[in-house]
């Protein structure tokens, strides 16, 4: 029989569990909150695995704020963290292209994406390409200014409430007709949570040059390794003594799958108990349990 996962559900399941590791890796939609909203017990939890000299990194895909900006999210939902805390996709994709693979001196970065990107490759100098007219409708005389550019030596897709057919435009002229152009995706998350609902994410935004390209893109989020190389070399974690801890099957729980840690799935985001025990043996996290934020509460009785 194939393994199953434990089910957390009470004080002695949680002691247990947390004693086994020295780092937890935390996604963030859905595990500590939704939205503007925290979820029950996050506060209690986190201050109860500090106590106990856990290690907390927080793991996003969310691409839109930067690590910076993400602490003042915290602040706001009364968590403290610091930006050493925080790896997000687009710290990650400002590190592979400023460490791993290094784009080429005198080269530019066409971004589709908010200021979590731009941010993040101000701070490693990577510069980043102007969108031309970004908020103006496409007009027909606006067709043959849309031009390969040798400067730009990689796209980066990332999540974008402001994409448009222009960026779309531009991206792809620069993938098919820039020799040497890299394609890079921050993730490819097919919905984005918000306000209790699920909405397109980024891999639905990625879809789009896929398809208009032919390529596929280097993907740095969860669950792709990239990004787990990047903390493991940063942090220097050792994989039997941390937890990645992620609502979602095909990337949190993949993402710690494909890095050698053992998994916790929570079931207050996009999976639910039914979709989980569908989904195994195929993608089986090594623990499950109703909600993060239940430890902590756990520890206080």
């Known amino acids: 029989m194939p393994p199953q996962p434990q089910k957390l559900v009470n004080k002695e399941d949680f002691h247990t569990f947390v004693d086994q590791f020295d780092t937890f890796l935390l996604d963030c939609d859905g595990v500590l909150w939704h939205g503007s909203e925290l979820i029950d017990g996050v506060p209690e939890t986190l201050d109860y695995l500090r106590k106990q000299g856990k290690r907390i990194i927080f793991v996003t895909n969310n691409s839109t704020k930067s690590r910076r900006a993400y602490t003042k999210k915290f602040e706001k939902m009364g968590i403290s963290a610091s930006p050493e805390e925080i790896f997000g996709s687009a710290f990650a994709t400002a590190v592979y292209l400023s460490k791993v693979e290094k784009l080429e001196d005198g080269k530019q970065v066409f971004v589709i994406g908010q200021d979590g990107i731009k941010e ?34 990689a796209v980066v897709i990332g999540f974008d409430t402001h994409i448009n057919y222009r960026k779309y435009a531009q991206a792809h002229t620069y993938i098919t007709r820039v020799p040497g152009c890299r394609f890079i995706a921050t993730n490819t998350d097919s919905t984005f949570p918000a306000a209790g609902a699920l909405f397109p994410g980024t891999g639905a935004l990625v879809s789009v040059l896929q398809s208009s390209t032919g390529r596929d893109p280097t993907i740095i989020g969860k669950p792709h390794s990239t990004m787990m190389n990047c903390i493991f070399e940063k942090y220097q974690l050792d994989p039997q003594r941390t937890c990645m801890v992620g609502d979602r099957l095909n990337t949190d729980i993949q993402f710690g799958i494909n890095g050698g840690t053992s998994t916790l799935l929570v079931l207050t985001g996009v999976t639910d108990e039914a979709h989980l025990h569908e989904q195994l043996p195929e993608v ?11 430890i902590g509460l756990a520890a206080q009785q």
């Not at 510069?127 to 606006?142: F, H, L, R, Y």
């Not at 089986?284 to 239940?294: D, I, L, M």
């Open 284 to 294: 089986t996290p090594t623990y499950y349990t109703q909600s993060f934020g239940g």
């Open 120 to 153: 993040e490759f101000a701070e490693v100098g990577i510069p980043v390409a102007a969108v031309e007219d970004e908020n103006k409708p496409m007009t027909d005389e606006d067709w043959a200014k849309i031009t390969p550019d040798d400067k730009i030596g």
